[in-house]
């Protein structure tokens, strides 16, 4: 029987390319080259399935080249890189892989939020650049967490394990935001209060954004926003790029508008806007909020036994468009 080929675009774990060996024709990308969309596009146009990483772009242009594409499984829970329409349209099945990364990436953004409050990698940077000659009242005065406001704009799994350890952890007082309210048993498991976007940018001590990247939650954070915070808030991005405005960020943090702000993620990442790496008051990450072994093998054995599942069976586990599904059984 002959086997489907598969693209792995990006190197991955090498017992995960073993895997996928089993069951397919396998062309990978163990050498990790990034590769231009139309370098993509090429790859491609050959192959039954694909296992993104969730940096690749897959529209309609690249769709239009690939006649046997019938699956793309993407190792990451957002899917801002994929035109999920269009791969309805061709009848490409869209995966992402949710769940397995909640509570570390729950770990990650209150991670963030502490270094960022606390100032501990500024403070870092001053010791190992040997400017630590005495004690001082206020060196490195930062601000609390416990018993503080924690503001949460986007409360989907990801936001709701944030509030948790917001409420229950810390004693923080949880106020969120959403496109739509939470049932109250969940806002109580949660300890969240609901509040409009202006009141939780006006009350909240630290601001912590997970929301979804759409077109709708382009620049959520922007100039306007940013002067509706409390002069001495941090915000924390573990979003999405682009979910803020990283010009009017940089420029809010060098005015001290806000007191210090989290990113781990960036408009136009890899690059980072070249003003939020001069100023001192901003703690950065090179978007791993779901990166501990554990988590990554959890989300590449997703994505790959949506592959698995989808070209051997005609079944997916967590399908993103499953219309597609019950279309491809129909033909
Ligand atoms: C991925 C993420 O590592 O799952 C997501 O949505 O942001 C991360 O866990 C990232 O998408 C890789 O690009």
Redesign the pocket.
């Known amino acids: 029987m002959t086997r489907a080929k598969i693209l792995v675009a990006r190197a991955i774990f090498p017992e995960t390319i073993e895997k996928l060996k089993t069951h397919f024709e396998v062309e990978s990308n163990q050498a990790d080259e990034t590769w231009s969309p139309s370098q993509l596009a090429d790859r491609l146009k050959d192959k039954a399935g694909a296992f993104t990483?969730?940096?690749e772009r897959i529209d309609g242009a690249l769709l239009d080249g690939c006649p046997h594409l019938r699956i793309c499984a993407n190792?990451?829970?957002?899917y801002n890189n994929f035109d999920v329409d269009a791969m309805t349209a061709h009848g490409v099945l869209a995966t992402n892989?949710p769940d397995v990364?909640t509570e570390t990436?729950a770990d990650f953004g209150f991670a963030l939020l502490m270094a960022t409050a606390r100032r501990v990698t500024e403070s870092e940077h001053f010791l190992r650049a040997g400017k630590w000659t005495k004690w001082s009242y206020d060196m490195f005065a930062g601000s609390d967490i416990h018993g503080s406001t924690l503001g949460i704009i986007g409360m989907g799994r990801i936001g709701q394990g944030i509030a948790r350890r917001g409420a229950m952890g810390f004693g923080m007082k949880v106020v969120y935001h959403n496109r739509s309210r939470l049932d109250a048993a969940i806002e109580a498991q949660c300890g969240a209060t609901y509040v409009s976007k202006e009141e939780l940018l006006r009350t909240a001590d630290h601001v912590v954004l997970v929301v979804p990247y759409s077109a709708a939650s382009h620049h959520t954070i922007g100039e306007a926003e940013l002067a509706l915070m409390k002069p001495t808030a941090t915000l924390v991005n573990i979003a999405r790029g682009g979910i803020v405005d990283d010009a009017a960020l940089a420029k809010a943090l060098k005015d001290k508008r806000i007191a210090a702000a989290g990113l781990d993620v960036f408009e136009g990442e890899p690059k980072v806007h070249p003003d939020l790496l001069t100023v001192p008051n901003v703690v950065l990450t090179p978007?791993i909020?779901?990166?501990t072994v554990p988590t990554r093998r959890a989300?590449a054995d997703l994505a790959a036994d949506n592959l698995i599942a989808y070209l051997t069976r005609g079944e997916a586990l967590t399908p993103l468009n499953p219309a597609v599904i019950g279309a491809a059984k129909a033909s």
Do not use: E, P
Request: charged share 0%; proline share 0%.
């Open positions: 990483t969730g940096t190792m990451a829970v957002g892989a990364l990436t978007h909020a779901s990166a989300m």
